[in-house]
Structures are given as C-alpha cells and as structure tokens.
C-alpha cells in the first residue's frame, strides 16, 4: 500500500488566488515530511521539510505547509500563486535514509 | 552546499549496448547517494542507495548496477540496455548518517535516456 499518497494529478489555480497541494502519509509515530518542485527536463529542488515542532513550516518561494496528524496530511500551500509556481510537486516521507516519494501532482497557474 | 553533477545531461543509445552514467558531488564529504528513475515524467523508482565506498544497495531487480568507487563519486550502469530502461535518471545526495532520516537529499540536474 502507498505510504505517501496525493490524491490529485493535477491541480489547476488563477494567478493571485491560493494554492493548496494534497499530501497525506500513512506512517505512524512522528514523520519526517518534505515537499519537492521540479520543473520541466530538471531535477527535483528541496522546498520545505516537517521534523518536529510547528506545525506551520515556512519554506522557499513563499510555500509553507501544515502537518496535521490526526489527519495524517502535510499540505502545500501558498497564499497568492504565480504564473512560475507551475510544475510538478511531490511529497515526501522519510524512511531508514531513503524517500518514499508520492505519485507527484502537476500545479498548472494560469494568468 | 552541496553541487551534483550528472553528465551525460542526454543520451540515445541503441538496444543491447552498455550503458554509464556518472554522478560527481562537490561541497561535502561522506554523503548518502541515490539514483532514482523518472518514467513518464511523473513517478520515481528508487533504483540503488550507497552510504560509502563499495557500499550498495539495490531497491529493485533490474537491468542496471551501481557502483561508488570514489566517495563522491556514483556510477549507474548496464551491459545490455533494454527499450524499458528508458527515462530520465536522477543522482541525488543527503548527508548525514545512513540511518537518520532527517536530512533532506539534494538533487541533480538528471540524464535523460532514451534507448531505440
């Protein structure tokens, strides 16, 4: 069973509305939670990361996600999208030194 | 901070013929290293982990090996490559200890695969 699931392949948003992106993991215990960017023929690029603490962590290119775990979720969010925020986005879990990543979901801002 | 090369950055090469992709890091010592396979541009497969030299695990049976000669230095290779080993290969590095998990990976910039 996926550990690391997020459950929409493609989210779409208006440039300056919101933005949220859906993870949830299904570990028990106290995760270690990252969100990744890539964008187009690149490689991933570290966002932001939960390892304990506030729940609310701040991140680069003014994301921020919540954990959550009694929901078990770790959402992206940002308050006013970009046109340049479009890419695809995953989620994370650490595991023993390794990532168990998501599927990946495909954020498209239009003007 | 860490610098990940991958070179060759694209790469088409015929079925049956040998494969090998190299990953060189800059800025750090000891790193964990990770090469991972992107198919379709979407999912990632974890292909092999190295904590140091000489030390690999492989996460799938599969066409390709690994091999980490030098401690900043990871090699991805295959003798025969198969139409499905297409993709675009990603070399990724964390520091820290092997086991603790807390330590984000950074990520390189990929070689893209196409096998005809």
């Known amino acids: 069973a996926q550990s690391v699931a997020q459950p929409e392949d493609q989210v779409n948003v208006a440039e300056g509305n919101p933005l949220t992106v859906k993870c949830t993991y299904s570990?028990?215990?106290?995760?270690?939670l990252f969100w990744y960017v890539q964008y187009p023929n690149r490689g991933l690029q570290f966002l932001l990361k939960?390892?304990?603490?506030?729940?609310l962590v701040k991140g680069s290119y003014g994301f921020e996600a919540e954990f959550n775990k009694s929901q078990t979720s770790f959402h992206l969010k940002k308050p006013s999208a970009l046109v340049s925020d479009s890419a695809l986005y995953f989620c994370?879990?650490?595991?023993?030194?390794?990532?168990?990543f998501g599927q990946g979901t495909e954020l498209s801002v239009k003007p | 901070s860490q610098t990940i090369h991958q070179w060759p950055a694209t790469l088409v090469q015929p079925v049956g013929s040998p494969l090998s992709l190299e990953c060189t890091v800059e800025g750090t010592s000891n790193p964990n290293l990770y090469w991972y396979r992107q198919a379709a541009g979407r999912g990632l497969q974890l292909l092999f982990y190295s904590v140091g030299i000489g030390q690999i695990s492989s996460e799938v049976p599969q066409n390709l090996s690994a091999s980490r000669p030098q401690d900043r230095q990871f090699i991805l290779s295959s003798k025969k490559l198969l139409l499905s080993d297409s993709g675009f290969y990603l070399c990724?590095?964390?520091?820290?200890?092997?086991?603790?998990?807390?330590?984000?990976?950074?990520f390189g910039p990929g070689t893209r695969l196409t096998v005809l």
């Open positions: 939960y390892i304990t603490g506030d729940n």
């Open positions: 570990v028990s215990g106290n995760p270690y």
């Open positions: 990724a590095c964390r520091t820290g200890l092997a086991g603790v998990s807390y330590n984000e990976q950074f």
């Open positions: 994370a879990e650490a595991r023993g030194g390794k990532l168990i």
